[in-house]
């Protein structure tokens, strides 16, 4: 095929004219790759799945191909590669200006997350896996990988043809398929163990969407709908349970559901003081409708048992529905003074089933009442910013943030943000441009526990001093700084800090302090028609502190202390405080090299060094259950080193080689010492035995790759 066919060829799937005029031709340009990988991968014969985590890097055959093309009316732009593999991409755009655009593409990511596992169960990646406990004996059990593939696949029309008006149709479908891990308590209480599961993911997403709407220079108006449809195809796993007696227990998997949603956008421009307004509404609705099982696993440990959980209604008929509100104004009132005000209004009613179980509270079904809870919210956010040029070379900036949420949450229903920031930027030397921005946040909150409990003996009681930093009182000072410099034309340099500090100082239990500070720096050196050197580092310090309290059992009797549910109380070693200070230190150096050796020789290459320190150290009151520190939490060290060289035959062919190393080593102590039972050795009298498969235990690896390809470019 002649390079003026296969021009024509593409060029047809959006051309709707027969056939291309002398005076106009298509123009285009290409290339064509095509090659080979090969992978040495060392990871002690154990599990390599970290090294492929996203990306399909398996020996075999590589390939991709691009292609430009385009008249005074129409144009066509294609990419794809690594065709046949997993991880494969192929998207392709083109259209007829100012009639329609137009997009088809498909998109693979893998995600692996074990390989060379091992799991006591047979049917691992369906929802029935089969076994027969006690199996203390991992020599005996079946291999495992785990890992899946998503794949995107969609396209897009825009009909422009009728100007200003337009309409554009979007549709995309998500495929899940394979398996991830998982994991379940073996009875109901943390004594009893648990067991590392299969999870079966086969699941499907449909995704169609309409929009029309006016544009001009100075309005846009757009309405669009939305419809999303997910499938699962598995509702739930059934596996033997190890505690009680083998029977079959269950798991749930993500339901089927509906989603749906209308937006409306609005943009004015040219007002006065060359203001622009800007508006948004949308509304959506989730629904997902669910059969409710009626019994639940149990017993004591060998013997199991199914215990009817008596819930209300057979069925769950979830559904939320949302509501958003955006508002914008940016204006100019006065030279050089830059303004904006903006509102984001959100509300979520949540209509879904409320579903109690147990009513009774009969002893049979657990001795209690139990209901779901339906979580509904609505947030107000304000804010305004200015941009004032002082003189040629000094900007300031102020800015105001106040954010409300209000909601049903068990532990806070009102929380209020106010966030207030100054920034400073400086040009007035021709190579040198600086910035400095500072921020200060006040978050209040409304503490719904502070009463609970009747007093320091009472269980409820411990909830008055237990927040969730998520949404706990605190105080940030944040400062970011950025210098760029560039004393020559062949010279570039970069500076960024990055300090932030967290005070938590109304929580007593929980997360109570975290800082972090931040450095980077880069150095270019070089010209485009000669070598060029870029030397990068980054520092990263991160500090997290949280107060905790032991106690023993549910009580405060003998030999616990009275009012141990207090932590203010005096320690003895049945109910005392602890503390946790966790660390990570970051680190990352890099270098990379440009070469041109010749006119037809260009070599290229790059090393990173990249390295976390994580630690966490503990401590308690008198000493109390000999806390000891985590040294490694995790450590992490990876060395990359990446080498390229591509010459060029003539303008048409090139030949690529390259080859990149890398080692990662991994240490955690929540995995150092990895079994995969516990206790170990296992033992056939215990029915609180764990048993677990791998997943993330052996995570090092040291990789060799090399790859070999071929361009024709035309």
Request: with cysteine; proline share 5%; hydrophobic share 30%.
């Amino acid at each position: 095929m002649t390079k003026k066919q296969l021009s024509l060829l593409i060029a047809a799937l959006f051309v709707a004219t027969p056939a291309l005029a002398d005076d106009d031709p298509f123009i285009s340009t290409g290339t064509v790759t095509a090659g080979g990988i090969a992978t040495d991968v060392n990871s002690g014969n154990k599990d390599a799945s970290k090294f492929e985590e996203y990306q399909d890097l398996s020996n075999g055959m590589l390939s991709n191909f691009g292609f430009v093309g385009r008249n005074s009316k129409s144009w066509v732009n294609a990419y794809g590669e690594n065709f046949g593999r997993d991880d494969m991409y192929v998207n392709v755009r083109g259209g007829m200006y100012n009639v329609f655009k137009a997009q088809a593409y498909t998109n693979w990511i893998p995600h692996n997350f074990l390989y060379n596992g091992l799991t006591p169960f047979s049917g691992s990646g369906t929802p029935v896996l089969t076994a027969t406990f006690p199996q203390p004996n991992p020599a005996t059990w079946n291999p495992l990988d785990l890992g899946y593939t998503r794949k995107n696949t969609g396209g897009m029309f825009e009909w422009q043809g009728t100007s200003p008006w337009y309409f554009r149709v979007d549709g995309n479908q998500v495929k899940f398929d394979g398996t991830k891990n998982g994991s379940s308590a073996n009875s109901t209480s943390p004594g009893g163990g648990y067991t590392d599961l299969a999870y079966p993911v086969r699941y499907q997403t449909n995704n169609a969407a309409f929009e029309g709407g006016y544009t001009t220079r100075t309005m846009t108006f757009t309405g669009s709908y939305m419809f999303s449809n997910f499938g699962n195809y598995n509702e739930a796993v059934n596996y033997n349970n190890p505690y009680f007696g083998n029977i079959v227990d269950r798991v749930y998997l993500p339901p089927p559901n509906q989603y749906q949603r209308i937006a409306l956008n609005g943009v004015v421009r040219d007002l006065p003081w060359k203001s622009t307004f800007a508006a948004r509404y949308t509304w959506d609705k989730t629904k997902s409708d669910v059969s409710i099982y009626d019994t639940v696993a149990g017993g004591s440990a060998g013997s199991g048992s199914y215990i009817n959980v008596q819930p209300e209604t057979p069925t769950f008929n979830g559904e939320e529905k949302r509501q958003t509100l955006t508002l914008g104004w940016s204006a100019t009132p006065m030279k050089d003074l830059d303004t904006r005000a903006y509102y984001n209004w959100q509300k979520m009613n949540n209509n879904s089933t409320d579903v109690v179980f147990c009513a009774s509270g009969a002893a049979s079904c657990g001795g209690g009442t139990f209901e779901n809870e339906l979580w509904d919210y609505k947030k107000n956010n304000f804010g305004v910013d200015a941009y004032w040029r002082v003189n040629r070379g000094n900007r300031l900036g102020f800015g105001f943030d106040w954010y409300d949420i209000k909601q049903n949450r068990f532990d806070f229903d009102d929380t209020t943000t106010n966030t207030y920031w100054v920034e400073w930027k400086n040009t007035s030397i021709d190579t040198v441009s600086a910035r400095i921005k500072y921020s200060y946040i006040h978050r209040h909150s409304d503490f719904l526990l502070g009463d609970a409990g009747a007093d320091a003996n009472d269980n409820d009681y411990l909830f008055r001093f237990v927040k969730a930093f998520d949404l706990a009182n605190y105080n940030q000072n944040r400062v970011k700084a950025t210098v760029d410099w560039a004393p020559m034309d062949s010279v570039g340099t970069a500076f960024e800090f990055i300090y932030k500090d967290n005070d938590y100082n109304k929580t007593v239990l929980g997360r109570v302090k975290d800082k972090r500070w931040e450095v980077y720096g880069n150095l270019t050196y070089g010209t485009p028609s000669s070598w060029r050197a870029t030397l990068f580092a980054d520092y990263e310090d991160v500090k997290y502190t949280s107060d905790h309290r032991y106690i023993s059992s549910n009580n405060c009797n003998s030999p616990r202390p009275p009012n141990c549910f207090d932590p203010s109380t005096p320690p003895t070693s049945q109910a005392y405080n602890w503390n946790s200070i966790v660390k990570n230190n970051n680190w990352m150096i890099g270098l990379g090299v440009d070469v041109p050796v010749s006119e037809q020789l260009m070599v290229t290459g790059s090393l990173i060094y990249d390295k976390v320190d994580g630690s966490a150290d503990m401590t308690a009151q008198e000493n109390y259950g000999n806390p000891l520190p985590l040294n490694a939490y995790p450590n992490i060290k990876t060395v990359s080193l990446n080498l390229k060289g591509t010459y060029k035959f003539d303008k048409n062919w090139s030949l690529t080689g390259g080859y990149a190393y890398q080692k990662y080593d991994f240490s955690d102590d929540q995995f150092n010492g990895y079994t995969n039972t516990i206790p170990f050795p296992g033992v056939t009298t215990n029915a609180s035995q764990s048993y677990l498969n791998g997943w993330n235990a052996n995570q090092a690896y040291n990789a060799n790759i090399f790859y070999l390809l071929a361009t024709f470019k035309y």
